[in-house]
């Protein structure tokens, strides 16, 4: 667990014109675009002038609608990017300039070339210790088994997600060991499921909101424990949740327009740990 949290870049991507009316959803609803791009601005800015990063921001694509999701492109751990093979097949492509981004940075690539595997990065939750990847309509049994060939070094279990969109719709890590879990049936479920394939002891965070238990954790040198989290505005007892934990710098981020085409915190960006070349 030493390192795990720590992150020296991001890798975004901006939202074009075509993610308000052709952006994936479940639900058909409308998207406000200027919103939204006010959102993301407000994350990149976070992530770049609060917390420090060093930020690759990748243009829009308006072929691409949900391009602004990087994280279903690409899987890294360490020095290692695994570039995925999105479930949906009109989101293909938005790998291609995931993975140029991520050789330019000197990272060690495996590509998903297997056309029967299907993997997106929003069902895989790395804890530090192992990875769960979440069994749903983007992500099939033969991507948990090429994630699990990339990554030798950590044990990788399968947990089928039967509501949501990704594994990550309702949990993420929101510290060392500490597991954001959402209050649903299907996500406490899920969480029992990881407890039981787990030689690993975690503590649960129980946020009211499914989508709320989606937050960013970062542990950074100068700032200690940093957590991103849905905004009070948005989740007001699921805020309040988190404002328990005292030892984090708490930063609620908006996310009203993104959600609404199922777009979560970590969605939005590709954390990595660059060590300073000598």
């Not at 939204?36 to 691409?64: F, I, T």
């Not at 948005?234 to 934990?245: D, G, H, I, N, R």
């Not at 327009?257 to 969605?267: F, I, N, Q, R, S």
């Amino acid at each position: 667990m030493a390192g795990f949290g720590n992150f020296t870049h991001a890798v975004v991507r901006g939202i074009p014109q075509s993610f308000a009316k052709e952006a994936q959803r479940t639900n058909v609803t409308d998207v406000d675009l200027q919103k939204a791009r006010q959102e993301h601005e407000q994350y990149v800015n976070v992530l770049k002038h609060k917390l420090g990063l060093e930020v690759l921001d990748l243009a829009a694509d308006e072929s691409l609608p949900d391009c602004v999701f990087v994280e279903d492109a690409a899987v890294v751990c360490g020095d290692a990017a695994l570039i995925t093979r999105p479930g949906a097949e009109s989101r293909r492509k938005e790998t291609e300039a995931m993975k140029r981004a991520l050789m330019e940075m000197n990272l060690n690539i495996i590509e998903m070339t297997d056309e029967s595997a299907t993997l997106d990065g929003g069902d895989v939750l790395f804890t530090g210790r192992e990875f769960f990847v979440g069994l749903s309509k983007r992500t099939n049994q033969r991507g948990a088994e090429i994630l699990a060939d990339a990554f030798k070094d950590y044990t990788v279990s399968t947990v089928p997600v039967l509501e949501g969109l990704h594994l990550k719709s309702f949990c993420s890590m929101a510290g060392p060991g500490l597991i954001a879990i959402g209050s649903s049936e299907s996500a406490q479920r899920a969480l029992k499921i990881m407890q039981q394939m787990s030689d690993h002891r975690y503590d649960k965070l129980t946020l009211p909101d499914d989508i709320a238990a989606n937050c960013i954790y970062m542990n950074l040198p100068s700032k200690g424990h940093v957590l991103l989290h849905c905004t009070p505005e948005e989740y007001p007892e699921s805020a309040k949740v988190f404002e328990k934990l005292k030892d984090h710098m708490l930063i609620p981020v908006s996310n009203m327009e993104k959600v609404k085409v199922d777009g979560a915190l970590t969605c939005c960006s590709v954390l990595i740990n660059k060590k300073v070349s000598v």
